[in-house]
Each structure stands twice: as structure tokens, then as C-alpha cells.
């Protein structure tokens, strides 16, 4: 098992930037893929961004596609997530989970909260 630590969380105004980080505690590189979360009150949690360790490939939710990028240290056993032209709708607690396939994610980090207003 692995432990996730999320930081980088905050609040911004509309247009803003913030960087998620996720320090994983425990050896991930010889995982399938990762990926970032976020659930805002009263809605489902989606994916929004999964990064492939394979190849390094990405997807991105259509909602955060063109302006989230994830990105993934194998050595310093982190991912990230660039956050730019920040919504109103962007607001929500932000995870870090062990897989992007939401099933298969045994391992989650304990959030952090991102408030755009």
C-alpha cells in the first residue's frame, strides 16, 4: 500500500492558477496509471485528469481539457496538477487516487479543497 499526500489547494479568483501536488509514500512505479478526482457538494465524484506509466499518456476531463495538465515524477514519486483559467465550476475537494480507474483505486488521498470565487 502506498500513502497519498495532497497540497496546493486554496482560493482564487475566476482566471486564476493553482498547482495540485501529490507525494506518494511507497513505491508506485510499476503502476498502470493514476489519476486526479474531484467532488463538489451535491455532485458524484469524477475523474478529471489520469496520467498512463507506461508511456506517460494523459486524459482529461471535457470540463478541465485545454486547461488542466497532469503531470507524473516517477523518481521523486509525485504527480501534479496544473490548474489554469480557473471556474467558478472548478470548485471542489480535489483527490489524488492510487488508479484512475475509480474501481481499482485502493489508495486516496485525504483531499484538498480548491475554491474559485
Known amino acids: 500500500h502506498v500513502q497519498l499526500v495532497e497540497s496546493g489547494g486554496g482560493s482564487v479568483q475566476p482566471g486564476g492558477s493553482l498547482t495540485l501536488s501529490c507525494a506518494a509514500i511507497?513505491?508506485?512505479?510499476?503502476?498502470?496509471?493514476m489519476g486526479w478526482f474531484r467532488q463538489s457538494s451535491g455532485k458524484e465524484r469524477e475523474r478529471v485528469a489520469a496520467v498512463y506509466f507506461a508511456h506517460g499518456d494523459t486524459e482529461y476531463s471535457d470540463s478541465v481539457k485545454g486547461r488542466f495538465t497532469i503531470t507524473l515524477d516517477k523518481w521523486a514519486m509525485r504527480i501534479d496538477l496544473q490548474m489554469t483559467d480557473l471556474k467558478p465550476e472548478d470548485t471542489a475537494t480535489y483527490y489524488c487516487a492510487s488508479d484512475c480507474r475509480e474501481e481499482y483505486a485502493l489508495e486516496w488521498g485525504q483531499g484538498t479543497q480548491v475554491t474559485v470565487s
Open positions: 511507497g513505491y508506485i512505479g510499476g503502476r498502470y496509471c
